[in-house]
């Protein structure tokens, strides 16, 4: 079994690839730590709220862990209560998924943060 990495491993490792951009980035961080379990939706279909693959399909198919995720803009209860159990892991690199607009709010985490504050 694979050690996990820790956020300041995964800096290292990130810093090590040079200057790439957000987008690359992000992909390459969900290679690293798994799919965030902030995800956003379209017509059932789940998506990862880092990286935007797709993680799930709610209408015919599988969505793993969806009793865990958090979904943007879906302010319920639920949603709240799973929020408070996230870690540095899902939140890196995430948009906060409350947001009143979502796509232009500011990432939870990024790799210039202290996670353990």
């Not at 050690?3 to 810093?15: G, M, T």
């Not at 951009?21 to 059932?44: A, P, V, Y």
């Not at 796509?103 to 939870?108: E, F, P, R, V």
Request: aromatic share 12%; hydrophobic share 30%; charged share 30%.
């Amino acid at each position: 079994m694979e050690k996990e990495v820790s956020f300041k491993e995964l800096k290292s490792k990130i810093a090590g690839l040079g200057d790439i951009d957000i987008e690359k980035k992000k992909e390459i961080i969900c290679t690293f730590i798994g799919h965030s379990l902030i995800q956003t939706s379209c017509f059932g279909y789940k998506y990862c709220g880092r990286c935007g693959e797709q993680v799930g399909d709610s209408l015919g198919g599988i969505w793993y862990d969806a009793e865990k995720a958090v979904l943007a803009g879906h302010n319920c209860k639920t949603c709240r209560a799973n929020f408070k159990k996230l870690s540095w892991r899902e939140k890196l690199y995430c948009r906060n998924p409350f947001a009143k607009n979502y796509d232009k709010s500011k990432y939870i985490l990024t790799l210039s943060s202290n996670p353990l504050k």
